[in-house]
């Protein structure tokens, strides 16, 4: 059983690799059980990451491992979007004892994880380097996988009551976009967009479509092994509509 409070993990770099900023541990409650097999184990942790440019990621959460590697609740948090939950199971075992991959995934068992973001009714903007920033307001973001490591679903739906474009050069032309809705789904066959729909300046806009994805496109971005005719996904291939 291991408890701290307040430390950095700076001061761990003889035994653990840190991020370049470095981490910055408000509490870590780290519980284990293991003599043989995947190890059993729960945390409960806060801390605040850093990169090198000195911006900071927070993350904190509860996690269990056993037969399966279940999040009760993790917030992933920064100070350029709203904050992200996590939620549910995924497929992943922890083995101490392994030489080589301490980390094993079962490609066949089922994966159960949920996500949510929102962000409030003032704006909140979204920096996009030297094209300027994104006005969001109301964004609600809900994502769910299913299915098996080897074959996953993913199912999106994301509202926002309001979307302004704001270019570095205070250009006069900036349409804002409101009441967007989008509905959809990504699995290994196809991405696929049930429902896209909005207001631009007051005139609404729809669309729907899906882009074919190749038979093995998704086993070679999951395993890395990509065979010699391995290619991205034709857009010619894609099809939709647009009102």
Do not use: C, Y
């Not at 089922?110 to 929102?118: E, S, V």
């Amino acid at each position: 059983q291991l408890n701290l409070r307040h430390a950095s993990l700076d001061d761990f770099t003889n035994f653990i690799q840190t991020p370049p900023g470095g981490v910055d541990l408000a509490q870590l409650d780290l519980a284990d059980d293991w003599s043989n097999g995947p190890g059993q184990f729960s945390v409960n942790a806060k801390a605040a990451v850093r990169d090198r440019a000195g911006h900071f990621f927070t993350i904190q959460g509860k996690l269990a491992g056993g037969q399966t590697l279940r999040i009760d609740a993790l917030k992933l948090g920064s100070a350029v979007a709203p904050p992200l939950r996590l939620q549910g199971t995924l497929p992943v075992q922890i083995l101490p004892a392994a030489t080589d991959h301490w980390i094993v995934p079962d490609d066949q068992a089922a994966i159960d994880l949920k996500a949510d973001m929102a962000s409030g009714p003032d704006d909140m903007m979204l920096p996009l380097g030297s094209h300027g920033q994104l006005a969001l307001a109301q964004g609600n973001l809900h994502a769910e996988a299913s299915g098996t490591l080897a074959r996953p679903s993913v199912a999106l739906t994301l509202d926002v009551a309001r979307l302004r474009w704001q270019s570095m050069t205070n250009d006069p032309l900036q349409p804002a976009i409101t009441n967007l809705k989008l509905n959809g789904t990504i699995t290994p066959e196809r991405l696929k967009l049930n429902q896209l729909a909005f207001s631009l300046d007051g005139q609404p806009v729809s669309a729907a479509g899906q882009w074919p994805l190749p038979e093995d496109f998704w086993n070679a971005l999951r395993t890395g092994d990509k065979s010699p005719g391995w290619k991205l996904p034709d857009w010619r291939q894609a099809s939709g509509q647009l009102r």
